[in-house]
């Protein structure tokens, strides 16, 4: 199936391609990165104090995706069962079984039976201990990756959207168009993000959406030079001067002739788009005006190895996390501009 993807290319596209997996550290970290995001959208099955299936009484019960009253096994109260109430396991057990995930605590599991105060060093139980709310940290941090990943994702499709538009505008039409597009990119670049951030939450408590409209005002600006420059070059081209002679309507001008020059110019900054993302998640969370209290944070993990330094363990996980993040989000994007660089590609 790869291979009739691969032949369905354009030949540029393929040279492209191989160019990119010919550079193996980006490709290493390609897979590496695809791998730990595709089991992190999976976290609830693998981190979770909810077992993954049930088998009472020749029934199936599936915990993670549905909430069973204790009266379902044979209980007293028509509340969600608590699956760690020896009394509850006493139910389910003489005629069932159970399977809990690999890692049997949640994000916001609270842990009451640790052998160590919280924050306690790492344990066969807690893999990268707990943080001072006895809250498994191993839990915490593949919750908080996912978090991190798809507000980059969504942020980053966000900006790109509204960044090639921008651009696209501003570029192919030139004069009154480009002139105030400038000029009001100028006075929106200079509006200090932060300081609006901490005004605005004191009126509104920080939510995931909240958050991403936010930040997607001012992301967006980043891509508008490069895609203008492309369409500034690219109008006076003489195919498309043809194209607009022959009376192209100016959207399949943009779209089929200049969008694609343009496209390759996005694309390389895309990854460092991810990565700048991240970090700026990562900063509001530990400064406190980023997810709510409770939310899987790694800037919230990082703001704990802080105030806990009798924790390295702590620090040690938020600076392995976020690096090795981050460094395989930078050698996928150097890839990706080695792909897209023509002296490369043609060599």
Request: charged share 15%; net charge neutral; hydrophobic share 50%.
């Amino acid at each position: 199936m790869t291979r009739r993807l691969f032949e369905k290319l354009s030949p540029l596209n393929q040279r492209r391609y191989q160019a990119f997996f010919r550079n193996r550290r980006a490709s290493c970290s390609l897979w590496i990165f695809l791998l730990l995001f595709f089991m992190s959208l999976f976290a609830e099955m693998i981190a979770n104090d909810k077992p993954v299936m049930i088998v009472h009484q020749q029934q199936l019960f599936f915990p993670i995706f549905k909430t069973y009253p204790e009266t379902a096994f044979g209980g007293d109260f028509d509340t969600e069962a608590d699956y760690t109430d020896p009394y509850v396991l006493e139910l389910i057990e003489p005629d069932g079984w159970i399977m809990w995930p690999p890692i049997p605590y949640s994000y916001d599991t609270h842990i009451s039976d640790l052998e160590h105060p919280a924050p306690s060093p790492p344990t066969a139980r807690n893999w990268l201990g707990t943080d001072d709310q006895a809250r498994d940290v191993t839990a915490r941090v593949i919750y908080g990756f996912r978090v991190s990943i798809l507000f980059a994702l969504v942020l980053t499709l966000g900006s790109c959207i509204i960044g090639v538009t921008v651009g696209a505008l501003q570029g192919y039409f030139g004069g009154k168009v480009d002139l105030l597009g400038q000029r009001f990119l100028e006075i929106w670049g200079g509006l200090p993000v932060l300081f609006l951030l901490i005004i605005m939450s004191a009126f509104v408590t920080p939510s995931f959406w909240w958050l991403l409209g936010i930040m997607l005002l001012f992301s967006w600006t980043a891509l508008v030079d490069v895609v203008r420059a492309e369409f500034l070059r690219g109008r006076n081209l003489d195919y498309v001067r043809a194209a607009r002679a022959l009376g192209v309507p100016h959207r399949s001008i943009m779209r089929r002739h200049i969008l694609p020059n343009a496209v390759v110019a996005t694309v390389t900054l895309v990854p460092f788009l991810l990565s700048g993302s991240v970090t700026t998640l990562t900063s509001l969370d530990f400064l406190g005006f980023g997810m709510p209290p409770g939310s899987p944070s790694l800037g919230e993990l990082v703001a704990q190895g802080k105030a806990n330094l009798h924790a390295p363990w702590l620090a040690l996980t938020a600076f392995g996390v976020l690096a090795g993040m981050l460094t395989l989000l930078v050698f996928i994007g150097e890839g990706v501009r080695d792909a897209f660089d023509p002296r490369l590609v043609t060599r």
